[in-house]
């Protein structure tokens, strides 16, 4: 399927407002838009900015949804990724998700690591992530608020420029303090002090 990333434009704010109050995002902090939120979140300069920029994902047969490029500055940029709902379940989310991968290392040099997060229920993410070339580097316990005052996990994925150019995934060791000098879990160099 062809696919394209289109910049947004201050010309797109009514279709992003649309979008948001259109489709529903079960596993975002604000699961389903008013017009007052969405126009907010398009004054707040997150679609275009320099600090995060918008793409419309455009196939062939129509708008798929949207993709936010944020922490522009950073040398690890993180992604927001929305499919309009009658577009999710069909395996669109891990094109979008290299698309974006393809984008970000070829137009910011100064990127080695391109990161996302999502809530720890979220499978359909979880599962592009790990399609797309990522790997889960961090499981942030409590770290995603769900209303009523709980809170789920927040779990983050990477992948790295070197990765994405190779199509490799970098391995890391998860329990890896036995492996710190001399078998404990404090360098000698911190215990010296
Ligand atoms: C999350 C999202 C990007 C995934 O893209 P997608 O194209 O819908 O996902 P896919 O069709 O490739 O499905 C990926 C996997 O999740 C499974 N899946 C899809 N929708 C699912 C659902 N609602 N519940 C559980 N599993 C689901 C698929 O069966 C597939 O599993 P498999 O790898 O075992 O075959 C898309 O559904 C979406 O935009 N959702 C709303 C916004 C959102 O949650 N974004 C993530 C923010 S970072």
Known sequence: MAMALRPMTAGDADGIVHFLTSNS???????DHTDYSARAAVASGR????????????????R????????????????DLRLAERHRGRGHGELVVRAACDLVFTT?????RFEGQTRED?????RVFLRS???KEAHYRL???????RFAASVAYAILRVDWASGTVTPLEWDDEL???DGTTTPRSARER
């Open 179 to 181: 492996a710190l000098p």
């Open 25 to 31: 995002f079960p596993f975002h902090v604000v699961a």
């Open 64 to 79: 798929l949804g949207l993709v936010v490029l944020e922490d522009l500055q950073d040398d690890t940029p993180m992604f």
């Open 133 to 135: 070339g990522f790997l």
């Open 143 to 149: 770290g995603w608020p769900v209303g009523d005052n």
């Open 108 to 112: 910011l040099p100064h990127v080695r």
């Open 47 to 62: 679609f275009w900015s320099e600090e995060s920029q918008g793409y419309w994902v455009e196939a062939d047969s129509g």
């Open 122 to 126: 979220n499978r359909a993410m979880r």
